[in-house]
């Protein structure tokens, strides 16, 4: 577009050089007393329209170059935007994944030391239990504040990227939610750490992991999965609006 406009002022300007070089010679060849003031109002008349002409498309030009300007501006700083949500994005995702984890191994910790002390009544396991009740409580705290969050995202993402990329961390936002939730109760607890300490000891008990007590597990690879897409449809969004 910047091209064409500097070809039609090129234009312009040889139109009008070529025009008063042609008034010159005109009158010097009209200065023998042949020129008429007709003659002269006639030219005069061109000129002026030519000059008009050119002071028109010049304005144009220089508004047409300014809006060009300023959509390129808007087109950067909304890519801006967006990039600055996909970095909210990784830090959040990533956090609420990390929270999730820690309190399913908390949690997890706390029913086994609170089925150890229903069944023995050890004063370690009562601390113990009490321990990993505080830090279960606050990885929960902490996984619901990331969930608010996230939920709050997956709107701006709908609003100013993708309908179906806010839609989809949503519902992956539920699956690592849903992962927290317990398969086990209370009684399955104590029930489990009976059995262990009859057929076992108190090490395998304790060694044992959250996988079969909860939800299922979070899976990494459909967190960078999610990531990797919304990174991928903000590139998308850039090349289309830019024509890159």
């Known amino acids: 577009m910047q091209w064409d406009l500097l070809v039609i002022y090129t234009i312009v300007s040889v139109a009008v050089s070529l025009i008063t070089s042609f008034i010159v010679q005109y009158v010097s060849w009209k200065g023998r ?19 008009l002409n050119y002071s028109e498309k010049l304005e144009d030009y220089k508004n047409r170059l300014w809006e060009l300007q300023y959509e390129k501006g808007r087109l950067y700083e909304e890519f801006k935007i967006k990039h600055e949500i996909l970095e ?38 009562s601390k113990q239990y009490r321990e990993f009740q505080i830090k279960a409580e606050k990885s929960y705290l ?20 993708d309908d179906t990329l806010g839609g989809n961390l ?20 104590i029930q489990f750490v009976r059995s262990e300490l ?29 990531l990797y897409q919304l990174q991928e449809g903000i590139k998308d969004d850039y090349r289309k609006t830019t024509n890159k």
Do not use: C, M, W
């Open 170 to 189: 949503l519902i992956l936002k539920g699956k690592i939610k849903d992962s927290i939730n317990p398969k086990k109760n209370e009684d399955d607890y």
């Open 142 to 161: 902490d996984f619901g504040d990331q969930s608010y969050e996230l939920t709050a995202l997956a709107s701006t993402i709908k609003v100013y990227i």
């Open 88 to 125: 909210k994005v990784i830090v959040k995702l990533n956090k609420f994944g990390s929270d999730a984890i820690h309190h399913r191994i908390y949690a997890h910790h706390r029913n086994i030391y609170l089925a150890l002390y229903k069944l023995n009544n050890s004063e370690s396991d």
């Open 33 to 51: 007393n042949l020129a008429t003031k007709e003659d002269i109002s006639g030219i005069t008349e061109r000129i002026e329209d030519v000059k």
């Open 198 to 226: 009859e057929a076992k000891s108190r090490d395998s008990v304790l060694s044992t992991t959250e996988d079969a007590f909860f939800q299922d597990s979070i899976n990494p690879d459909e967190i960078a999965h999610y």
